[in-house]
C-alpha cells in the first residue's frame, strides 16, 4: 500500500458523512437560537472560556474591534476570512483551541448578519470556535440584541399559532361528537 501525502484542500468526503456534518451543524444552529431566544446575549456563556476567546479574537483580528458599530463582526465577509491570509490566520487562531475547546474544529453554521435570522442566504460555514469567538463578541458588543428580540418574536408567533390550531381541532372533535 503506497502512502501519500494527504491534502485537506484536496479531499474528497464521503456524501454519508457530510449529510451527518450537516445535520448537526443545522442542530447546533438551532440550539443557539434558541438560546438567544430565551437568553439576554449579554448574559450568555458560550464556553468555560469566553473571556479568553473574546480577547484573543481581538488580539489577533485588531481589525473586528471597531466601534460603534463593529461593522466586521456584526456583517462577516466569507471572502476576506477564507482568503489565503485570511485562512492562515484563522489556521493559527484555532489551532490555540485544540486541547481547551471540545469540538473546536467541528463545522458549524453562522449568520453572516447578526441581525437576521438563519436563513438559505444569511449562513457560512465556520469550525466551531470560529463560531464561538465571533458569537461571543457579537453578545458581549450588543450586536445580538435585535436577533434576541426577533427570536423572541418568532416563538411568540409560534406559540399563537399552535394555540390557535389547537382550539379548532377542539372545536371540529365537538362538532364530530354533534354537541
Given at each position: 500500500?503506497?502512502?501519500?501525502?494527504?491534502?485537506?484542500?484536496?479531499?474528497?468526503?464521503?456524501?454519508?458523512?457530510?449529510?451527518?456534518?450537516?445535520?448537526?451543524?443545522?442542530?447546533h444552529?438551532?440550539?443557539?437560537?434558541?438560546?438567544?431566544?430565551?437568553?439576554?446575549?449579554?448574559?450568555?456563556r458560550?464556553?468555560?472560556?469566553?473571556?479568553?476567546?473574546?480577547?484573543?479574537?481581538?488580539?489577533?483580528?485588531?481589525?473586528?474591534?471597531?466601534?460603534?458599530?463593529?461593522?466586521?463582526?456584526?456583517k462577516?465577509?466569507?471572502?476576506?476570512?477564507?482568503?489565503?491570509?485570511?485562512?492562515?490566520?484563522?489556521?493559527?487562531?484555532?489551532?490555540a483551541?485544540?486541547?481547551?475547546?471540545?469540538?473546536?474544529?467541528?463545522?458549524s453554521?453562522?449568520?453572516?448578519?447578526?441581525?437576521?435570522?438563519?436563513?438559505?442566504?444569511?449562513?457560512?460555514?465556520?469550525?466551531?470556535?470560529?463560531?464561538?469567538?465571533?458569537?461571543?463578541?457579537?453578545?458581549?458588543?450588543?450586536?445580538?440584541?435585535?436577533?434576541?428580540?426577533?427570536?423572541?418574536?418568532?416563538?411568540?408567533k409560534?406559540?399563537?399559532?399552535?394555540?390557535?390550531?389547537a382550539?379548532?381541532?377542539?372545536?371540529?372533535?365537538?362538532?364530530?361528537?354533534?354537541?
Amino acid at each position: 500500500m503506497a502512502t501519500q501525502q494527504f491534502d485537506p484542500n484536496n479531499a474528497q468526503n464521503a456524501i454519508e458523512i457530510e449529510k451527518q456534518f450537516a445535520v448537526k451543524a443545522v442542530e447546533h444552529a438551532q440550539t443557539y437560537w434558541n438560546l438567544l431566544e430565551k437568553v439576554p446575549p449579554r448574559e450568555l456563556r458560550l464556553t468555560k472560556i469566553d473571556d479568553e476567546i473574546f480577547d484573543h479574537l481581538m488580539q489577533e483580528f485588531p481589525e473586528l474591534n471597531t466601534p460603534p458599530k463593529y461593522e466586521k463582526i456584526a456583517k462577516l465577509d466569507e471572502d476576506w476570512m477564507k482568503s489565503p491570509e485570511g485562512k492562515e490566520r484563522w489556521r493559527k487562531f484555532i489551532a490555540a483551541y485544540e486541547k481547551k475547546v471540545q469540538d473546536y474544529n467541528f463545522g458549524s453554521l453562522i449568520r453572516t448578519d447578526c441581525s437576521d435570522e438563519y436563513n438559505e442566504t444569511n449562513t457560512i460555514f465556520v469550525t466551531r470556535i470560529q463560531f464561538y469567538a465571533f458569537e461571543i463578541a457579537r453578545n458581549r458588543l450588543g450586536l445580538n440584541d435585535k436577533a434576541h428580540e426577533l427570536a423572541k418574536a418568532e416563538a411568540e408567533k409560534e406559540r399563537i399559532k399552535k394555540e390557535k390550531e389547537a382550539k379548532e381541532k377542539e372545536k371540529g372533535k365537538k362538532k364530530g361528537n354533534g354537541r
